[in-house]
């Protein structure tokens, strides 16, 4: 019999705590200065020598209770 999920609620919010905690820390490769910009414009922190956004938690908690 197969399973009907393969991550428990558990592991399913560890993961989400480890995202979060890796898009606040390390945050995100975008070759872009538009994309920099814009994620700028809506609370990231960019450093644009590294082309990185890294985005604090509260700013990834509030864009996923809208989606």
């Avoid at 490769?29 to 994620?39: D, K, N, V």
Wanted: no cysteine; net charge negative.
């Amino acid at each position: 019999m197969f399973e009907r999920s393969l991550l428990s609620d558990s592991d399913m919010a560890q993961l989400g705590e480890a995202a979060l905690t890796i898009l606040e820390r390390v945050g995100a490769l975008y070759q872009s200065q538009e994309i920099l910009q814009a994620l700028e414009s809506i609370g990231a922190q960019v450093d644009y020598s590294k082309e990185v956004a890294k985005f604090p938690r509260h700013l990834v908690e509030d864009f996923l209770s809208e989606v």
